[in-house]
Nanobody, 128 residues
Framework: QLQLVESGGGLVQPGGSLRLSCAAS????????IGWFRQAPGKEREGVSC????????NYADSVKGRFTISRDNAKNTVYLQMNSLKPEDTAVYYC?????????????????????WGQGTQVTVSS
């Protein structure tokens, strides 16, 4: 069964950090670009960051640039999102998603329906 599983979410105070993980099973992530999305209550799902299949190219939404870092370990079939200096407005369910590609760069503007696989999401709550 092909699936992505996110973990690492939780409750953190403003200014704190979390590291999300996205583990793949049933397929090899090495030929897929990965995106992290988030969705807050009453809002549309938005792209937060993406990483190319090799990890050599990354992209970030302006709202998280300088605070979040995406990385991947293809040997472990896992992608990470390190989130620092968290703000209350970062509160959302975070999802990872994958699409197969031959390109060396990822596209942050890629629409959710253009991704082949999705995880179930992990809740991140930033509150004092």
């Amino acid at each position: 069964q092909l699936q992505l599983v996110e973990s690492g979410g939780g409750l953190v105070q403003p200014g704190g950090s979390l590291r999300l993980s996205c583990a793949a099973s049933g397929f090899t992530l090495g030929t897929y670009a990965i995106g992290w999305f988030r969705q807050a209550p009453g809002k549309e799902r938005e792209g937060v960051s993406c990483i190319s299949k090799s990890g050599g190219h990354t992209n970030y939404a302006d709202s998280v640039k300088g605070r979040f870092t995406i990385s991947r370990d293809n040997a472990k079939n896992t992608v990470y999102l390190q989130m620092n200096s968290l703000k209350p407005e970062d509160t959302a369910v975070y999802y990872c998603a994958a699409y197969p590609t031959v390109m060396t760069e990822c596209v942050l503007s890629r629409r959710p329906y253009e991704y082949d696989y999705w995880g179930q999401g992990t809740q991140v709550t930033v509150s004092s």
